[in-house]
């Protein structure tokens, strides 16, 4: 038994390991997609069970127990642990073993103490190209997995400190960015070794047996800790269900349902009801799943501290051959898309437990836009991505927050004036989407609006964008908000997509333009009970139109003009 | 005519440093701000110091009146006026959120939506124009802004950085409707590409502009009253002073005035024994500064976030904080771990012994239960410590909970602070690229002295050293910083296009800039410094790293230097990728007449180890407790080693050395503590 002063400072110790594998990572690699967007994760797993001791608190979210699955795929990799040699590192990528898409690749590297298996490290990074039928990864059509990128097992990348030259060649001849992808490389396996020299100052300071059973303790107080949280939550079973619009190849709605059941400290999740794996890449592995309802649950008890303990209390109960557990060879880029509808089915279930710690739904569509084709100054190839921001659900403390990302990642969206220094863009308008927040006590956060010019004739858009039919609920009387909508101006004529807001590689000639609005954040309470001063400043603001002034919140108002023609409202 | 004071108006104490060149004589003095007319409290202090005021050749000044305005929303009422259909860009931000974990909070932007109007205007990314600038809709918009009773007016054009022009133009019409109005273009703010940020600078120059100009109207007035009529400078973000008149235009300069000073100060003295890698760690009651220091000049970071999307791009002065202070509150989790902060007792109600009502056990309350602080004689405020109620409430609340003893239980609580704030020292370091062991470490701040010798060792360097004066080390570098100014330009240009005539013309102009800004500031100077730097990046990275440049420049010399820079801190360069100069960035440094620090000394009667104890009291380190003698640091004799443990008072500050190190006071009066291996 460890003493608590020890347990105290230990854990500190391993976190800070955690922390400045984090730094290393970001500040070395190569891709923007890990250095400005934090795409990665470092961690330490326990030596037999693989469960997460401690993770960086730079890493994204969806990362928060996937990186554990993808360390335990690796131990059942081996017939036997005494296979792990110091030195070794193992690479993944298998959605179906790791989670997540193929972009995120794991490492996962055995640390030995005294000549004996201590724990493992392992990281995460998203590659900016995997290889597949669509460049980077998100291909809205794919039936396949194997149309996404190429797959990797658990192999062993480095054998006892010696790479694995032919391995590393096949795999970058498979992808379209060998050199950037292969510093990513570099900057995760040094981040590793980092971690383990840090780490292994840490046992010696405090010694082998008591930080071993500092592992075990760590995770008993975090399971303690989760299963105090649970047992706030009045016992009974809480149930939800929501939709996708579509899976991208079939326009038919998805419907997820999940069964949340409370009694005392234990929690089972079911997703019993939920539909069958789709035709196009609106799936997710068990394990990814599993990952989202924690990522729901952390944003609603964010105090709580993230290791394989926190979430033992939680049982899950996922039926195969559904969405939300689906087999391989089904396609999975979309699973940004049902990721997020998980999240929010989560949401939906437990407000009606705990109404004062859930959010309304969030905006719920990552959305992500690609451009890509030929710079007509630069004559070189280009691609650009740009994620969904939206509004976030209103909640018992605060308004839903405008122009949010999405509860699973930290992306940001790239400076409009630095996208028309890179791409033939130029964008007309990049502004609140008014009215389209759902109304409550608390209203959700607005959408947001933008709308983009060609300056090429050699340009595609893709969208992976999801949220057209099925609007963000709002929740404890609160009201949904207003859907998406991507419209596209062509020179002949609107169009809009036929799976609402999912397209594969649209031309946009010159002077052509898409415009997207994203959805707002569901509101929170009676929207009536609303401060009317509050509603008059959404007015003013132009959050809000007259009608939903009227009509949602049932304020009275009149306008009035000042001496130079600026109009304003009072309330009557 | 060689009486220089320096005053440092921080959120709880305002301290005062002077001194008398040709004497050597130094005075200190520290009281109680006073927030709601911080110039109250700094003339306090000046009284208190009985500073001859009308003999002062320079006034020097930092303050949190900025930060404060910001924080608190206490600006002024401002419109801003963009291209059209991008009124909302300082609203939306770039897509974020406030927290990693939970979804609420909101955005509050300085400027609400119904004072944010737009024209219809357009430049391209090459400041060609699409739309040309429509007058008549300014026009109409200054009407709006006259009935609105606005104060400031910013314009936020699109690629308004390398092209101006409708910016002021609009500018024009709007003063021309309004001559009281603060106009402030973007463009006049920050030359550089980014919407956001850029907008977002202006707005926070534009929302402190009347405020800042009003305080330093009263100080002026003020310190005139006190008999005190030549130049008064403020310290700005940057570490370099700024004459107050020139103030107005520059309000958003000062955010980080008094961190700076600190680590101005503590650069200066630390380059004077020879040690030019320092981290420096300023420990006050809520928060603890980090700050590293490479070769002697301190490391700057080109953006800060106030509040929650509220980032200014201005150059600073790099400083870390952490909620981690004396007033840190210490607390058992749901797992039953020991926690301390982030939340803070503050200055009021403070620490348990301090009396005010507190019940939260903090690390003050630690350090007064192990002896490491003086009951009778606590410094910075009036009165005595209870140590009896801090007992009782860390037995309470900590120490049964968790089945440890009282002391036990204290010293946990300073292990897990002094765990958190080594952690983000280490990452401070590691994310430039260097191993914090090979830094000396410089402590201050109120409670700094205190953790210093606890900190090295947690993180595993070997040396430290704690100024002459820590408690006010502020208020000093305000004496001793130099005069600053910082220009960037954005030209965004791949290697192919370099332009050397035009990278030339832009730094020349950014310096024969600096040079009149120099004489403006009608300050006395020994030199002047130019430096130019270059943000690069191989073509398509998004982040770019500031490459030091020296001329002559030459695409040669440019990629040369690059490389340098890159292999420093990533270790490889990447071949065959060209390269992207983004911003040329020049910053022109009046070097004024350095300080002898040896002046200090004058205070200092060195006598023998035995005359310069004072007492000695039990003070518990690593699970028992030592006697351990107190010495008066204004009379310890100079460089005579001594071990751990001891404590060294003076009227500033309280500095531990702990059982297995050893420390000296070096010819300067600074002290010198090293672990012993």
Same mark, same amino acid.
């Given at each position: 038994?460890?003493?608590?002063?020890?347990?105290?400072?230990?854990?500190?110790?391993?976190?800070?390991?955690?922390?400045?594998?984090?730094?290393?990572?970001?500040?070395?690699?190569?891709?923007?997609?890990?250095?400005?967007?934090?795409?990665?994760?470092? @961690?330490?797993?326990?030596?037999?069970?693989?469960?997460?001791?401690?993770?960086?608190?730079?890493?994204?979210?969806?990362?928060?127990?996937?990186?554990?699955?993808?360390?335990?795929?690796?131990?059942?990799?081996?017939?036997?642990?005494?296979?792990?040699?110091?030195?070794?590192?193992?690479?993944?990528?298998?959605?179906?073993?790791? @989670?997540?898409?193929?972009?995120?690749?794991?490492?996962?590297?055995?640390?030995?103490?005294?000549?004996?298996?201590?724990?493992?490290?392992?990281?995460?990074?998203?590659?900016?190209?995997?290889?597949?039928?669509?460049?980077?990864?998100?291909?809205?059509?794919?039936?396949?997995?194997?149309?996404?990128?190429?797959?990797?097992?658990?192999?062993?990348?480095?054998?006892?400190?010696?790479?694995?030259?032919?391995?590393?060649?096949?795999?970058?001849?498979?992808?379209?960015?060998?050199?950037?992808?292969?510093?990513?490389?570099?900057?995760?396996?040094?981040?590793?070794?980092?971690?383990?020299?840090?780490?292994?100052?840490?046992?010696?300071?405090?010694?082998?047996?008591?930080?071993?059973?500092?592992?075990?303790?760590?995770?008993?107080?975090?399971?303690?800790?989760?299963?105090?949280?649970?047992?706030?939550?009045?016992?009974?079973?809480?149930?939800?269900?929501?939709?996708?619009?579509?899976?991208?190849?079939?326009?038919?709605?998805?419907?997820?349902?999940?069964?949340?059941?409370?009694?005392?400290?234990?929690?089972?999740?079911?997703?019993?009801?939920?539909?069958?794996?789709?035709?196009?890449?609106?799936?997710?592995?068990?394990?990814?799943?599993?990952?989202?309802?924690?990522?729901?649950?952390?944003?609603? +008890?964010?105090?709580?501290?993230?290791?394989?303990?926190?979430?033992?209390?939680?049982?899950?109960?996922?039926?195969?051959?559904?969405?939300?557990?689906?087999?391989?060879?089904?396609?999975?880029?979309?699973?940004?898309?049902?990721?997020?509808?998980?999240?929010?089915?989560?949401?939906?279930?437990?407000?009606?437990?705990?109404?004062?710690?859930?959010?309304?739904?969030?905006?719920?569509?990552?959305?992500?836009?690609?451009?890509?084709?030929?710079?007509?100054?630069?004559?070189?190839?280009?691609?650009?991505?740009?994620?969904?921001?939206?509004?976030?659900?209103?909640?018992?403390?605060?308004?839903?927050?405008?122009?949010?990302?999405?509860?699973?990642?930290?992306?940001?969206?790239?400076?409009?004036?630095?996208?028309?220094?890179?791409?033939?863009?130029?964008?007309?308008?990049?502004?609140?989407?008014?009215?389209?927040?759902?109304?409550?006590?608390?209203?959700?956060?607005? @959408?947001?609006?933008?709308?983009?010019?060609?300056?090429?004739?050699?340009?595609?858009?893709?969208?992976?964008?999801?949220?057209?039919?099925?609007?963000?609920?709002?929740?404890?009387?609160?009201?949904?908000?207003?859907?998406?909508?991507?419209?596209?101006?062509?020179?002949?004529?609107?169009?809009?997509?036929?799976?609402?807001?999912?397209?594969?590689?649209?031309?946009?000639?010159?002077?052509?333009?898409?415009?997207?609005?994203?959805?707002?954040?569901?509101?929170?309470?009676?929207?009536?009970?609303?401060?009317?001063?509050?509603?008059?400043?959404?007015?003013?603001?132009?959050?809000?139109?007259?009608?939903?002034?009227?009509?949602?919140?049932?304020?009275?108002?009149?306008?009035?003009?000042?001496?130079?023609?600026?109009? +304003?409202?009072?309330?009557? | 005519?060689?009486?220089?004071?320096?005053?440092?108006?921080?959120?709880?104490?305002?301290?005062?440093?002077?001194?008398?060149?040709?004497?050597?004589?130094?005075?200190?003095?520290?009281?109680?701000?006073?927030?709601?007319?911080?110039?109250?409290?700094?003339?306090?202090?000046?009284?208190?110091?009985?500073?001859?005021?009308?003999?002062?050749?320079?006034?020097?000044?930092?303050?949190?009146?900025?930060?404060?305005?910001?924080?608190?929303?206490?600006?002024?009422?401002?419109?801003?006026?963009?291209?059209?259909?991008?009124?909302?860009?300082? &609203?939306?931000?770039?897509?974020?959120?406030?927290?990693?974990? =939970?979804?609420?909070?909101?955005?509050?932007?300085?400027? $609400?939506?119904?004072?944010?109007?737009?024209?219809?205007?357009?430049?391209?990314?090459?400041?060609?124009?699409?739309?040309?600038?429509?007058?008549?809709?300014?026009?109409?918009?200054?009407?709006?802004?006259?009935?609105?009773?606005?104060?400031?007016?910013?314009?936020? *054009?699109?690629?308004?950085?390398?092209?101006?022009?409708?910016?002021?133009?609009?500018?024009?019409?709007?003063?021309?409707?309004?001559?009281?109005?603060?106009?402030? $273009?973007?463009?006049?703010?920050?030359?550089?590409?980014?919407?956001?940020?850029?907008?977002?600078?202006?707005?926070?120059?534009?929302?402190?502009?009347?405020?800042?100009?009003?305080?330093?109207?009263?100080?002026?007035?003020?310190?005139?009253?006190?008999?005190?009529?030549?130049?008064?400078?403020?310290?700005?973000?940057?570490?370099?002073?700024?004459?107050?008149?020139?103030?107005?235009?520059?309000?958003?300069?000062?955010?980080?005035?008094?961190?700076?000073?600190?680590?101005?100060?503590?650069?200066?003295?630390?380059?004077?024994?020879?040690?030019?890698?320092?981290?420096?760690?300023?420990?006050?009651?809520?928060?603890?500064?980090?700050?590293?220091?490479?070769?002697?000049?301190?490391?700057?970071?080109?953006?800060?976030?106030?509040?929650?999307?509220?980032?200014?791009?201005?150059?600073?002065?790099?400083?870390?904080?952490?909620?981690?202070?004396?007033?840190?509150?210490?607390?058992?989790?749901?797992?039953?771990?020991?926690?301390?902060?982030?939340?803070?007792?503050?200055?009021?109600?403070?620490?348990?012994?301090?009396?005010?009502?507190?019940? &939260?056990?903090?690390?003050?309350?630690?350090?007064?239960?192990?002896?490491?602080?003086?009951?009778?004689?606590?410094? =910075?405020?009036?009165?005595?410590?209870?140590?009896?109620?801090?007992?009782?409430?860390?037995?309470?609340?900590?120490?049964?909970?968790?089945?440890?003893?009282?002391?036990?239980?204290?010293?946990?609580?300073?292990?897990?602070?002094?765990?958190?704030?080594?952690?983000?020292?280490?990452?401070?370091?590691?994310?430039?690229?260097?191993?914090?062991?090979? *830094?000396?470490?410089?402590?201050?701040?109120?409670?700094?002295?205190?953790?210093?010798?606890?900190?090295?060792?947690?993180?595993?360097?070997?040396?430290?050293?704690?100024?002459?004066?820590?408690?006010?080390?502020?208020?000093?570098?305000?004496?001793?910083?130099?005069?600053?100014?910082?220009?960037?330009?954005?030209?965004?240009?791949?290697?192919?296009?370099?332009?050397?005539?035009?990278?030339?013309?832009?730094?020349?102009?950014?310096?024969?800039?600096?040079?009149?800004?120099?004489?403006?500031?009608?300050?006395?100077?020994?030199?002047?410094?130019? &430096?130019?730097?270059?943000?690069?990046?191989? &073509?398509?990275?998004?982040?770019?790293?500031?490459?030091?440049?020296?001329?002559?420049?030459?695409?040669?010399?440019?990629?040369?230097?690059?490389?340098?820079?890159?292999?420093?801190?990533?270790?490889?360069?990447?071949?065959?990728?060209?390269?992207?100069?983004?911003?040329?960035?020049?910053?022109?440094?009046?070097?004024?007449?350095?300080?002898?620090?040896?002046?200090?000394?004058?205070?200092?009667?060195?006598?023998?180890?035995?005359?310069?104890?004072?007492?000695?009291?039990?003070?518990? *380190?690593?699970?028992? *407790?030592?006697?351990?003698?107190?010495?008066?640091?204004?009379?310890?004799?100079?460089?005579?080693?001594?071990?751990?443990?001891?404590?060294?008072?003076?009227?500033?500050?309280?500095?531990?050395?702990?059982?297995?190190?050893?420390?000296?006071?070096?010819?300067?009066?600074?002290?010198?503590?090293?672990?012993?291996?």
């Amino acid at each position: 038994m460890i003493d608590n002063i020890s347990l105290a400072v230990i854990k500190g110790s391993l976190e800070q390991v955690t922390n400045e594998m984090d730094t290393i990572l970001i500040k070395s690699s190569l891709s923007p997609i890990i250095a400005e967007t934090n795409d990665m994760a470092n @961690g330490i797993y326990h030596p037999k069970t693989g469960e997460t001791i401690a993770q960086g608190s730079l890493g994204l979210p969806v990362f928060l127990s996937n990186m554990q699955f993808a360390v335990q795929s690796v131990i059942n990799s081996v017939q036997d642990v005494s296979d792990f040699k110091p030195g070794d590192v193992y690479m993944l990528n298998d959605p179906y073993l790791g @989670g997540t898409h193929l972009q995120d690749t794991q490492f996962v590297r055995p640390i030995f103490y005294d000549g004996e298996l201590f724990c493992f490290l392992a990281n995460t990074g998203h590659f900016m190209d995997i290889g597949g039928g669509t460049p980077g990864g998100w291909a809205p059509s794919a039936t396949e997995i194997y149309q996404e990128g190429i797959l990797i097992p658990p192999v062993k990348l480095y054998n006892e400190g010696k790479l694995n030259k032919d391995l590393l060649k096949v795999f970058l001849k498979n992808i379209r960015l060998p050199e950037q992808v292969l510093g990513d490389i570099e900057a995760m396996k040094n981040a590793l070794e980092t971690g383990e020299s840090r780490l292994l100052e840490v046992i010696d300071r405090y010694e082998k047996a008591n930080v071993l059973a500092c592992l075990d303790e760590m995770i008993i107080r975090s399971e303690r800790q989760m299963a105090s949280y649970i047992s706030e939550i009045p016992d009974g079973v809480y149930t939800f269900e929501d939709y996708l619009d579509n899976d991208g190849v079939v326009d038919k709605p998805l419907k997820i349902c999940i069964s949340v059941k409370v009694t005392g400290p234990n929690m089972e999740i079911d997703f019993t009801g939920t539909d069958p794996n789709t035709v196009g890449p609106m799936n997710l592995s068990y394990s990814t799943t599993v990952c989202a309802c924690h990522i729901a649950i952390k944003h609603i +008890f964010p105090d709580v501290p993230v290791n394989g303990g926190t979430f033992k209390p939680i049982k899950f109960n996922i039926p195969e051959g559904t969405l939300v557990y689906a087999k391989p060879p089904h396609s999975v880029s979309g699973y940004t898309e049902v990721l997020g509808r998980v999240i929010d089915v989560c949401f939906g279930a437990l407000q009606k437990a705990v109404p004062d710690k859930v959010p309304a739904a969030t905006f719920g569509t990552t959305g992500v836009m690609t451009i890509g084709g030929v710079h007509p100054e630069t004559e070189k190839y280009f691609v650009g991505v740009f994620p969904y921001p939206g509004g976030y659900g209103g909640s018992k403390e605060t308004d839903g927050l405008i122009h949010g990302n999405t509860p699973q990642s930290m992306a940001n969206f790239m400076s409009i004036e630095s996208s028309e220094h890179r791409y033939p863009v130029m964008f007309e308008c990049f502004k609140v989407r008014e009215g389209s927040a759902g109304a409550g006590y608390h209203r959700g956060g607005t @959408g947001s609006s933008y709308t983009i010019r060609s300056l090429s004739d050699q340009m595609v858009v893709s969208i992976m964008g999801d949220r057209a039919k099925y609007r963000p609920f709002g929740i404890a009387g609160g009201k949904d908000s207003v859907p998406n909508k991507v419209v596209f101006h062509l020179e002949t004529g609107e169009m809009v997509p036929v799976m609402q807001t999912k397209i594969d590689k649209q031309p946009l000639k010159k002077n052509e333009t898409i415009e997207v609005n994203s959805p707002g954040g569901g509101g929170y309470g009676d929207p009536t009970a609303r401060l009317p001063e509050l509603v008059l400043a959404d007015l003013n603001g132009g959050f809000i139109t007259e009608e939903q002034a009227k009509n949602d919140y049932g304020i009275k108002f009149h306008s009035k003009v000042t001496e130079h023609g600026y109009t +304003f409202y009072e309330l009557d | 005519m060689s009486k220089l004071a320096g005053v440092d108006v921080g959120g709880t104490f305002t301290d005062l440093f002077y001194i008398d060149i040709e004497t050597g004589e130094v005075r200190i003095t520290k009281v109680s701000s006073t927030p709601k007319d911080p110039s109250e409290g700094l003339i306090q202090a000046l009284k208190a110091g009985d500073i001859p005021i009308s003999d002062l050749e320079m006034f020097l000044h930092g303050t949190t009146i900025a930060t404060n305005a910001i924080i608190q929303r206490k600006g002024c009422k401002a419109a801003l006026v963009t291209t059209s259909g991008f009124r909302d860009i300082l &609203e939306l931000g770039r897509r974020d959120r406030p927290h990693i974990y =939970g979804l609420s909070g909101v955005q509050n932007p300085l400027i $609400p939506r119904n004072l944010r109007f737009e024209v219809a205007e357009r430049l391209n990314h090459r400041g060609e124009v699409i739309t040309p600038l429509n007058v008549e809709e300014v026009k109409k918009i200054g009407g709006y802004l006259l009935d609105l009773n606005v104060d400031v007016v910013v314009v936020a *054009f699109l690629h308004s950085y390398v092209n101006p022009k409708h910016e002021l133009e609009a500018g024009q019409f709007l003063n021309e409707i309004n001559p009281n109005w603060h106009i402030v $273009p973007s463009s006049e703010i920050l030359n550089e590409y980014y919407e956001f940020e850029r907008t977002s600078t202006a707005v926070v120059e534009g929302y402190l502009r009347p405020l800042i100009s009003k305080y330093s109207e009263n100080l002026k007035e003020k310190l005139s009253k006190s008999q005190y009529n030549k130049s008064i400078s403020i310290i700005q973000s940057n570490g370099g002073v700024l004459n107050i008149d020139l103030l107005g235009k520059n309000s958003s300069n000062i955010i980080r005035s008094g961190p700076a000073a600190g680590v101005i100060a503590a650069s200066f003295i630390a380059e004077q024994i020879g040690y030019k890698n320092i981290i420096t760690g300023d420990m006050g009651g809520t928060s603890f500064d980090v700050s590293l220091v490479l070769e002697g000049v301190p490391k700057v970071s080109e953006q800060v976030d106030l509040d929650f999307r509220i980032p200014l791009r201005k150059t600073m002065i790099d400083i870390h904080t952490i909620g981690a202070g004396g007033g840190s509150i210490a607390w058992i989790d749901r797992g039953g771990i020991l926690q301390v902060g982030p939340q803070s007792a503050g200055a009021f109600p403070g620490p348990v012994c301090y009396n005010n009502g507190g019940l &939260e056990p903090t690390v003050t309350d630690a350090n007064l239960v192990l002896g490491r602080i003086d009951a009778e004689n606590p410094i =910075g405020i009036d009165g005595t410590l209870n140590k009896e109620l801090a007992e009782e409430i860390i037995t309470k609340k900590i120490a049964e909970p968790l089945g440890l003893s009282l002391h036990e239980a204290a010293e946990a609580i300073l292990r897990v602070v002094n765990n958190t704030m080594s952690g983000r020292m280490r990452i401070l370091s590691i994310e430039k690229g260097h191993d914090p062991r090979d *830094f000396v470490f410089v402590g201050f701040g109120g409670a700094g002295p205190l953790h210093t010798a606890s900190l090295i060792k947690e993180v595993g360097m070997k040396k430290a050293l704690i100024p002459c004066y820590p408690g006010v080390i502020c208020a000093l570098g305000c004496v001793i910083a130099d005069v600053k100014h910082d220009f960037t330009q954005t030209i965004n240009l791949p290697q192919s296009d370099w332009d050397l005539n035009l990278i030339n013309r832009v730094v020349d102009e950014k310096i024969s800039e600096g040079h009149s800004r120099l004489e403006a500031e009608e300050i006395k100077l020994e030199g002047i410094e130019n &430096e130019i730097f270059a943000d690069m990046s191989y &073509e398509g990275q998004i982040h770019t790293i500031r490459v030091p440049l020296l001329p002559p420049l030459s695409k040669e010399s440019i990629i040369q230097a690059f490389e340098k820079t890159y292999e420093k801190l990533y270790k490889h360069t990447l071949p065959n990728i060209p390269l992207t100069l983004i911003n040329l960035r020049v910053s022109v440094t009046g070097r004024r007449k350095p300080i002898q620090l040896t002046t200090f000394m004058k205070n200092h009667h060195a006598t023998t180890i035995e005359e310069a104890k004072k007492s000695s009291r039990e003070v518990y *380190f690593n699970g028992r *407790f030592y006697n351990t003698p107190i010495y008066d640091k204004n009379r310890f004799p100079l460089n005579q080693v001594i071990e751990g443990p001891a404590i060294f008072g003076q009227e500033d500050t309280t500095i531990i050395l702990e059982p297995d190190m050893s420390a000296y006071v070096d010819d300067l009066g600074n002290l010198i503590m090293e672990v012993i291996k």
